[in-house]
């Protein structure tokens, strides 16, 4: 990885096991039942991250940010359910998901300009 991790255990009432997360990398981050895990996990989510810092070009490393998001049992479940077929954290598929559909609304919005 080319950034610093920060590891901590994750309480029951987050769902236990583990974070990590990168201070410098605003709202990337990862988990998994073990340090290992969350720290594999991790290099995938940094991975992402700066894949997609590269193609929109929007955030900028070292400006602090966090997702805290409370959802629904049926769909945590869901996508742990998608996580698991996919070999990645539940933290990476959200995260993957929702830069697949702001993708989605920015080609279209390009369309939209296009016409």
């Known amino acids: 990885m080319k950034n610093r991790v920060e590891l901590r255990p994750l309480t029951e009432e987050e769902g236990g ?34 894949a997609a810092n590269k193609q929109w070009g929007k955030a900028k490393a070292g400006k602090p940010a966090r997702l805290v998001a409370r959802l629904p049992r049926s769909i945590h479940r869901s996508l742990q359910e998608k996580a698991g077929e996919e070999g990645v954290s539940v933290n990476t598929m959200m ?14 919005n390009q369309v939209s300009r296009n016409r």
Do not use: Q, Y
């Open 17 to 50: 096991g583990w974070l990590a997360s990168f201070p410098d990398l605003p709202g990337c981050m990862s988990d998994g039942e073990t340090p290992e895990e969350a720290f594999r996990n991790a290099a995938e989510a940094e991975s992402a991250w700066l």
């Open 95 to 108: 995260v993957t998901l929702i830069a697949h559909g702001l993708g989605k609304i920015a080609g279209s």
